[in-house]
């Protein structure tokens, strides 16, 4: 009953502190607001939507005018098909092909820009030719090498097993869903990461929820303290049920700034709100932690503020709120520091459960995130029972 008690008077004292209300709930509605202004139609552009490739076609005839043996105008026709028949998942066209009638005009077209390359026949010779290096030109070499390995296989089949011949084109023609079977993540904006690094500050921010409950609590922080502590209540219970308000409370402020920035902004975090809403929770009982310990740590009350906001600024800057490469930067520099920066842990975890979902890493940064609150919690728990007063 007195844990129930204190819950809901914690939760009451949290809701009515204006400064909590400005910095925790309605500041990372303003900077998500901030970031938006700043690149959000960069973030809102689907980076896994996929844009046709444009190409070019054409054909020239050899000095000699004879085409080379097994690669006539007939091997060229066949060609074209493949190139009209290739789609992605979506239905859409991989190529968007231009035919010209000469080289120059495939050639003039390249140099303008208006195509990514065009495949020259020249008397049954495909060739490519690009402008630049690149993921598409690369898509455009890998298609020429297929459809050239594909027929020199049926060749050598068709001249020493004719009879395997029909059972080789149709193994061919199932061979592309080996390459679209395997996905390694889903490709996210590197822009998203700073909305991450928003929900880890405002995670952290919970800090000074912590340090305003230990100084209602603690005898030497304040005459409410005196008074508590002269009571029956149970200290620990009483911190344990205050850390949980302040958790809850926190939460539900960092559930607000996600539902405005998906519904609202319509950023997407492309992850089920139920699983970042347990990351939302966890990083709300981190920041909950290193309040408290900041509360059983120092007294003075300028330090009770200055230290959770260095606290919670610093960490965030190193998981990237700031400059989106630091992280990268301190993973290079010195690696461990992400390990232990609660706010890179929680931007990891969100970033590897929208690219990749729930795999080994995931759970990693959780179970690191759970035992940073158990290490927190328990220090306070030694520094707070080996506390004693002369008088109160």
């Known amino acids: 009953m007195m844990f129930f008690h204190v819950f809901c008077y914690q939760l009451k004292n949290f809701s009515r502190e204006k400064y909590i209300i400005g910095w925790n709930l309605l500041f990372p509605l303003v900077l998500a607001t901030a970031f938006y202004i700043g690149f959000g139609h960069m973030v809102t552009e689907d980076p896994n939507s996929f844009q ?16 080379e043996e097994g690669t006539g105008s007939g091997n060229a026709e066949i060609f074209l098909k493949v190139l009209g028949q290739l789609q992605t998942e979506g239905g859409e066209n991989l190529i968007g092909l231009t035919r010209y009638d000469s080289e120059k005009e495939a050639r003039e077209a390249l140099l303008d820009g208006q195509i990514e390359g065009y495949y020259l026949n020249e008397g049954g010779e495909l060739s490519l030719h690009i402008r ?7 898509i455009l070499s ?20 004719p009879s395997r011949l029909l059972q080789t084109i149709a193994g061919l023609s199932v061979n592309r869903e080996y390459l679209e079977e395997y996905t390694p993540g889903r490709q996210i904006s590197p822009y998203l990461q700073f909305f991450f690094a928003l929900l880890a500050m405002s995670s952290m921010y919970a800090s000074w929820i912590a340090t305003t409950m230990m100084e209602s609590m603690c005898a030497n922080l304040s005459e409410c303290g005196k008074r508590f502590e002269s009571s029956g209540a149970g200290k620990f219970p009483s911190i344990l049920a205050g850390a949980l308000a302040g958790t809850i409370f926190q939460t539900v402020s960092n ?15 492309q992850a089920p709100f139920p699983e970042i809403m347990m990351i939302m929770g966890l990083g709300s009982a981190v920041g909950i932690g290193f309040g408290i310990l900041f509360g059983t740590l120092f007294q003075r009350e300028a330090l009770r503020v200055a230290i959770p906001l260095a606290f919670s600024m610093v960490s965030s800057f190193l998981s990237g709120l700031m400059m989106g490469q630091m992280k990268q930067l301190v ?3 010195v690696p461990v520091l992400n390990r232990i920066n609660p706010a890179a842990v929680f931007t990891d975890s969100l970033y590897v459960l929208a690219s990749y979902g729930k795999n080994r890493q995931y759970w990693l940064d959780v179970l690191s995130m759970a035992g940073m609150v158990i290490v927190t919690l328990s220090i306070s728990a030694v520094i707070l029972r080996r506390r004693q007063y002369a008088s109160i």
């Open 331 to 333: 993973e290079n520099a």
């Open 255 to 269: 559930a607000i700034t996600v539902l405005y920035i998906e519904y609202v902004l319509h950023i997407s975090f």
């Open 132 to 138: 630049e290096e690149g993921v598409n030109s690369t």
């Open 52 to 67: 046709t490739i444009t190409a070019g076609y054409a054909e020239v005839q050899p000095v000699s005018g004879t085409p």
């Open 142 to 161: 890998q298609i020429l090498k297929q459809y050239r390995s594909a027929c020199t296989m049926e060749k050598r089949i068709a001249e020493n097993h």
